[in-house]
């Protein structure tokens, strides 16, 4: 994340507003760090406390104090070196700040992906009554070791019910067939049932006059599946 800040690819003011707080930071902090970041990032070392306070509602002591325990609790490394002349300087950098926004969103993000998980197997038991645990193993890999969106999982449920078939094993097939393609949004998915349908709708007639590279392409794999759930 540093890296990318540094590069400009990187809005600290977007990832910090949602963070600060489980950082620990108040608002003071929050405000002084992004005047700090901009001081650093356009010039690194001819600017002063006074700078930062300047555009903000805090004195320079204030200003200060907050300097020194972003410092103290590891937010800011400070740097002094001495040059051959005896002249002593400083440099500072924000990566240890950065490297605490990567924990806290690690954590955020493993937060968010459980609550997804228990949201979608409370509407998957809604289908099928109590989950085993070697369900909630399948359900809980379709989103993190395939990387499927629960938006996506729910449309191969939908899709699951449309043809009134009651089998995780048929999801997981959807899903699988969704992967092998690339397909891990909503919109993609929705296009490729669209396009599987259209095929289907083509009189077998013409589908034998037709050429093609990839004849699975013509398959019916809702057929396959079904007969392999049996």
């Known amino acids: 994340m540093y890296?990318?800040?540094?590069q400009g690819a990187l809005n600290l003011g977007e990832v910090l507003a949602t963070?600060?707080?489980?950082?620990?930071?108040?608002?003071s902090a929050f405000v002084f760090l992004l005047i700090l970041a901009r001081r650093l990032k356009g010039q690194p070392s001819g600017w002063s406390l006074s700078d930062i306070s300047d555009?903000?509602?805090?004195?320079?002591?204030?200003?200060s104090q907050i300097f020194m325990r972003l410092v103290e609790d590891g937010f800011l490394l400070v740097n002094s070196n001495t040059d051959e002349f005896g002249v002593r300087s400083e440099t500072y950098s924000l990566a240890p700040l950065f490297s605490k926004l990567?924990?806290?969103?690690?954590?955020?993000?493993?937060?968010?992906?459980?609550?997804?998980?228990?949201?979608l197997a409370l509407k998957i038991e809604q289908i099928f009554g109590v989950l085993s645990p070697r369900d909630v193993e399948l359900v809980q890999m379709w989103m993190s070791d395939d990387g499927f969106d629960t938006s996506v999982i729910e449309l191969a449920l939908?899709?699951?019910?449309?043809?009134?078939?009651?089998?995780?094993?048929?999801?997981?097939?959807?899903?699988?067939?969704?992967?092998?393609?690339?397909?891990?949004?909503?919109?993609?998915?929705?296009?490729?049932?669209?396009?599987f349908r259209n095929r289907s709708s083509i009189p077998k007639s013409e589908k034998l006059g037709q050429s093609t590279s990839n004849p699975d392409d013509y398959y019916n794999w809702i057929d396959r599946?079904?007969?392999?759930?049996?």
């Not at 890296?3 to 540094?6: G, P």
């Not at 555009?55 to 200003?63: F, H, I």
């Not at 009651?166 to 899903?175: G, Q």
């Not at 599946?225 to 049996?230: D, E, R, V, Y």
């Open 3 to 6: 890296k990318l800040w540094q």
């Open 19 to 27: 963070s600060y707080k489980e950082l620990g930071l108040d608002e």
């Open 225 to 230: 599946i079904k007969a392999n759930l049996k």
């Open 55 to 63: 555009l903000m509602t805090l004195d320079l002591n204030m200003c």
């Open 102 to 119: 990567e924990i806290v969103m690690k954590k955020t993000a493993t937060k968010d992906r459980e609550n997804d998980l228990q949201e």
């Open 158 to 195: 939908m899709e699951m019910q449309m043809h009134n078939i009651r089998s995780l094993k048929y999801v997981d097939k959807i899903l699988l067939d969704w992967k092998r393609k690339n397909i891990y949004t909503v919109d993609e998915a929705k296009r490729s049932l669209l396009e």
